[in-house]
């Protein structure tokens, strides 16, 4: 089946430090990737999204790549703020064997961005 | 703006007394869903809506039922709350068939069971 594999966190950081979240998925077909934000209290959002083989999705200055090779798709920032601060989640979309669409979600990394 | 709106944002019931979460759609998307979100866990589908058809997850419990009257409204009912069943709800629609559409989030109610 399909799942979707991110690294643990919570992930600390200062302000305007690099950031890197891990994601690696398991799937059959050409899924498409996604990665979600929640703040504090709130619903998920989506952050960015990639729907074939190198495509990279971008938004408020965080980025992934879709790499098919390495079934991964990382989340990257290149100088975090407190108010990134969030638990992220990546997620994966493909075709059940029903012909419906699955969203299956990693376990979440909560990031903390210090002052 | 259009979006999903769940009432209420907090919900506090008693062990074994029904309760129902509510969530309310102005995207006109075919696809509702219902999920459960415990502390620092992954959102788990419990079921979805693809226009009337309801599809039911093979470990939802029972316990769990959902209404969809109409495209706009979905309802979850819990019949009978234990402990356990204290979570975020979390109710998101998408548009119907497309892997690359994303899902819309309302902002969820916290449950409670006294």
């Known amino acids: 089946g399909n799942s979707v594999t991110q690294m643990e966190g919570p992930v600390t950081l200062s302000e305007e430090a690099f950031l890197t979240i891990n994601c690696t998925y398991t799937a059959t077909g050409y899924p498409s990737l996604f990665w979600y934000v929640q703040y504090p209290g709130e619903g998920l959002q989506l952050l960015l999204k990639?729907?074939?083989?190198?495509d990279k999705g971008s938004n408020k200055g965080f980025e992934a790549t879709y790499r098919k090779e390495t079934t991964s798709f990382h989340l990257e920032k290149g100088s975090v703020q407190v108010s990134d601060s969030a638990v992220y989640f990546c997620a994966l979309s493909s075709t059940m064997d029903t012909g419906r669409r699955a969203l299956t979600f990693g376990s979440g990394t909560r990031l903390q961005v210090q002052p | 703006d259009a979006m999903v709106i769940q009432n209420p944002r907090y919900q506090v019931t008693q062990f074994g007394k029904p309760v129902t979460l509510s969530c309310s759609q102005t995207?006109?998307?075919?696809?509702m869903y219902w999920y459960q979100q415990k502390s620092s866990q992954a959102p788990k589908l419990l079921f979805h809506?693809?226009?009337?058809?309801?599809?039911n997850e093979a470990d939802t419990p029972d316990n769990f039922q959902s209404r969809r009257p109409n495209t706009s409204f979905c309802f979850l009912d819990i019949r009978s709350p234990g402990l356990g069943d204290a979570a975020m709800y979390l109710c998101a629609t998408s548009r119907v068939g497309r892997l690359d559409s994303p899902l819309h989030f309302g902002n969820g109610t916290r449950l409670t069971v006294t």
């Open positions: 990639a729907t074939k083989a190198d």
């Open positions: 995207l006109n998307h075919n696809v």
């Open positions: 809506y693809y226009d009337k058809d309801f599809n």
